[in-house]
Structures are given as structure tokens and as C-alpha cells.
């Protein structure tokens, strides 16, 4: 396993390196594939499976929740562990359900304005969002992850409190995995905004 994550991080650190032609080619990759019939439909599984991983994460934060409360008011005990396992949970929670929340187009924005475009507006503001913003950011947060990632893998960093977690590493690589899925979820959004424009007829 070590050497796998070891060989993982020597064959991604050279991104980071050159991060502007790296978004560049993200965005030329998630174009293209945003063409390939029913490639939406695997980015919606996987989406899907992540937005799950989300939603158990948010029941077992809340029963973790609940238990420390009643331990701390109850019988004034607690444990670090389980609080720091709580900030941990949320992480998950937050970083997995993004993309589903892109997929199904409720993200905050001016709605104000946008309400009020018609269709094809509103499939061009789409296209130019996700390209130059949606996939230059998801990519910047992948890539610069990795060496952040590997530097706290190599340290075994662990928290600084008596009794906390250890292995760090492991809930900083759901910033790359979710991320990562945003991305994947941006051909979904591509596809979805380009035949909406195709068939808007003008509206």
C-alpha cells in the first residue's frame, strides 16, 4: 500500500509544476468528453455514489454528535478523538455532496438575474461558467492537493491534542476526491448546457 500512494505522488507531483498548461488540458479533456455518448450517464453514477458517501457521513456525524452531547451534559465525560472525527465527518459531508449539488443545478448565484434569461442565455452562461471556472478551479484545488497530501502522509501527521487522530493524510485526500468528482461531474454539465442550447431555437 505505501508503495502504491509513494508511486502515486512521484507520478502526479510534476503537475503542480506546470499547474497553467494542467488546467488547460483539463479543460480541452472535459470538453472532448463532455461529446461521448452516455459518458453523462457513468459521471452521474459515479456523482451518485459519492453524494451517498455524504449522506452516511452526515447520519453518522449526527449520531456522533449526539452521543458526545449527551456523554458531556450527562456524565461529563468526552473524547477528543470524537470531536475531531466530527470536523472530520462534516469535511466529508461538504466535499462529497458538491458535485451532486452541481448536477442538480442548486448552487447559491444571483438568481435575481439568471431567472430572467431565457434558455439559451442561461445554456451559454453555463458553458462559459464550467470552462473557465467550474474546471480551472477543480483542477487547481486536484493538483495542489497532492503535494499537500503527500507532505502529511511522509510526516504521519497526526493531531496535535492527546487522544486525536491520526493518519491526517486520509481526510485531507477527500479535498482531491471531491474535487476531483466536481470535475468529472462538469462533462455531465457541458453536455447537459450544450444540447440546451442546441434546442433552445432562440428562446
Known amino acids: 500500500m505505501d508503495n502504491f500512494i509513494n508511486a502515486f505522488f512521484n507520478l502526479t507531483m510534476p503537475l503542480s509544476e506546470h499547474i497553467d498548461y494542467t488546467i488547460i488540458a483539463a479543460a480541452f479533456i472535459v470538453l472532448v468528453l463532455s461529446f461521448v455518448p452516455k459518458i453523462d450517464v457513468f459521471v452521474e453514477k459515479i456523482t451518485k455514489f459519492f453524494m451517498i458517501l455524504a ?3 452526515l447520519i453518522v456525524l449526527t449520531l456522533i454528535v449526539s452521543y458526545d452531547v449527551i456523554v458531556r451534559k450527562l456524565f461529563h465525560g468526552g473524547s477528543i478523538a470524537l470531536q475531531e472525527l466530527e470536523w472530520h465527518l462534516f469535511d466529508l459531508t461538504f466535499l462529497f455532496a458538491i458535485a451532486y449539488t452541481l448536477s442538480h443545478d ?11 434569461f431565457s434558455t439559451k442565455t442561461k445554456a451559454i452562461i453555463q458553458i462559459i461558467t464550467v470552462l473557465f471556472f467550474v474546471i480551472p478551479l477543480s483542477t487547481l484545488i486536484v493538483i495542489e492537493a497532492i503535494p499537500f497530501i503527500q507532505m502529511s502522509y511522509s510526516m504521519h501527521e497526526q493531531s496535535g491534542d492527546p487522544g486525536g487522530l491520526c493518519c491526517r493524510w486520509i481526510i485531507k485526500s477527500a479535498m482531491m476526491f471531491g474535487f476531483f468528482v466536481v470535475l468529472l461531474q462538469s462533462v455531465s454539465e457541458l453536455k447537459k448546457a450544450y444540447y440546451k442550447l442546441k434546442h433552445s431555437k432562440g428562446n
Open 55 to 57: 449522506v452516511i457521513s
Open 106 to 116: 442548486k448552487h447559491v448565484r444571483v438568481d435575481i438575474f439568471y431567472d430572467k
